[in-house]
């Protein structure tokens, strides 16, 4: 296995996962079902740590994949910038996430204002990390570029 295996394994979590939380999240809201609401923000403290993961095996990825045939320097600057941004998003909710987690146990109620923020802000951080992948996949997936056409039958792959 190399850095670009072990990238793409890692980095289904945090996308996965982010994408759960979100309707766990909401339906903890309208349930009003605090075990749920832990649940949820248990699952975001998790995603701020699988997305730094997954961060932290781009690097090696690109030692992989930097010289291969049709990959581009600037579809992998592209999604590392998303990354970046996919870093912060999730690991900032992550850490308010932890202090509702922090306060619900210390305090043994959950502040309703962290909830509701930490809710809202999954749900951006789900169109974030879901971004992030869809650049990633450019890279080396041709059949998710601009003015790709399908091979017809007879027509030779590479």
């Given at each position: 296995m190399n850095g670009a295996h072990l990238h793409l394994m890692v980095i289904h979590f945090p996308i996965a996962g982010t994408l759960m939380a979100v309707p766990l999240l909401?339906?903890?809201?309208?349930?009003?079902?605090?075990t749920v609401k832990l649940v949820g923000l248990a699952l975001v403290v998790a995603m701020g740590l699988a997305v730094w993961a997954a961060d932290e095996t781009g690097g090696m990825a690109f030692r992989v994949v930097k010289n291969m045939p049709d990959i581009t320097r600037e579809s992998i600057h592209i999604h590392a910038q998303a990354a970046d941004w996919a870093?912060?998003?999730?690991?900032?909710?992550?850490?308010?996430?932890?202090?509702?987690?922090?306060?619900?146990?210390?305090?043994?109620?959950?502040?309703?204002?962290?909830?509701?923020?930490?809710?809202?802000?999954?749900?951006?951080?789900?169109?974030?990390v879901a971004r992030t992948?869809?650049?990633?996949?450019?890279?080396?997936?041709?059949?998710?570029?601009?003015?790709?056409?399908?091979?017809?039958e007879g027509t030779p792959q590479h």
């Open positions: 909401v339906a903890a809201w309208i349930m009003k079902n605090e870093v912060w998003s999730l690991g900032l909710n992550a850490l308010l996430a932890a202090y509702g987690l922090f306060s619900a146990w210390r305090k043994k109620k959950l502040p309703h204002w962290v909830f509701v923020t930490v809710t809202i802000l999954a749900v951006h951080g789900s169109t974030v992948g869809y650049l990633g996949g450019q890279i080396h997936h041709p059949e998710t570029r601009s003015g790709f056409t399908a091979p017809t």
